[in-house]
């Protein structure tokens, strides 16, 4: 069961441009949202995380934006690099129980020169 | 500070045969977690682990999967005997957190271990 949907698979960008992916979800449970960036032979690292009673969160040229009712949110990578080309996880945890964290399916970002 | 180690990073077996995976967390880190990452796909939870107590194995395959957790630092994965669906990278993962801790919700991964099952 997918509990957290991630479009699009793949996503090739210019040099400077704007990446966003998208990310579902259902769960009302999720208290948590972080993505991952996960490089070719490495494991996933969290690149940044917003809690849903927050709109938008920033980090440098990394942002988030979460909709609580609509049940969705995104990632932005504003002037993207080439050294961003990595694969993106968003996910979700869980509020209760032991806090499980559910990954979404994986954008795979290219940003040519 | 040392990060997630696993090993070994690859592992090519025919089917049927065993194949065990290592995982030492980052020191203080009382929960671990076993993850499986198919070929384009996010990473699942196999177990998870509160000091040695698996808390979390609902996903395990328990049939031909195994993992311990001996003095609640090292952990051991083994899958025995292997099928050929069983191929993909198996992460471990570390977090702070556990009983009376709040888990903060960041996961540390090592770099994984790439099983192939020919």
């Known amino acids: 069961q997918q509990q957290v949907k991630q479009s699009p698979q793949s996503l090739i960008v210019q040099k400077g441009g704007i990446s966003i992916i998208n990310c579902a979800y259902e769960?009302?449970?999720?208290?948590?949202f972080p993505w991952y960036q996960q490089f070719p032979g490495k494991g996933p690292a969290l690149l940044i995380a917003?809690?849903?009673?927050?709109s938008e969160k920033k980090e440098g040229r990394f942002t988030i934006s979460f909709n609580k009712s609509a049940k969705q949110f995104s990632l932005h990578i504003m002037d993207s690099q080439p050294g961003d080309s990595a694969t993106y996880f968003c996910?979700?945890?869980?509020?209760?129980?032991?806090?499980?964290?559910?990954f979404g399916t994986g954008t795979k970002l290219q940003v040519i020169p | 500070e040392a990060g997630v180690v696993q090993s070994p990073r690859y592992k090519i077996i025919e089917k049927k045969q065993p194949v065990a995976f290592w995982c030492n967390p980052i020191?203080?880190?009382?929960?671990l977690y076993w993850y499986r990452q198919n070929l384009g796909q996010g990473p699942e939870l196999l177990i998870r682990?509160?000091?040695?107590?698996?808390?979390?194995d609902s996903q395990l395959p328990k049939d031909r999967f195994s993992a311990e957790r001996l003095k609640g630092v090292d952990s051991t994965l083994k899958i025995q005997p292997a099928e050929l669906g069983d191929s993909a990278v198996y992460l471990c993962?570390?977090?702070?957190?556990?009983?009376?801790?709040?888990?903060?919700?960041?996961?540390?991964f090592g770099e994984g271990s790439r099983l192939t099952v020919l």
């Open positions: 682990y509160e000091n040695e107590e698996a808390v979390d």
């Open positions: 993962a570390s977090s702070l957190g556990g009983p009376g801790r709040r888990f903060t919700g960041e996961l540390f």
């Open positions: 917003i809690r849903p009673d927050v």
């Open positions: 769960n009302t449970a999720f208290d948590y």
């Open positions: 996910a979700a945890r869980n509020s209760g129980g032991y806090q499980k964290v559910t």
């Open positions: 020191s203080g880190h009382n929960t």
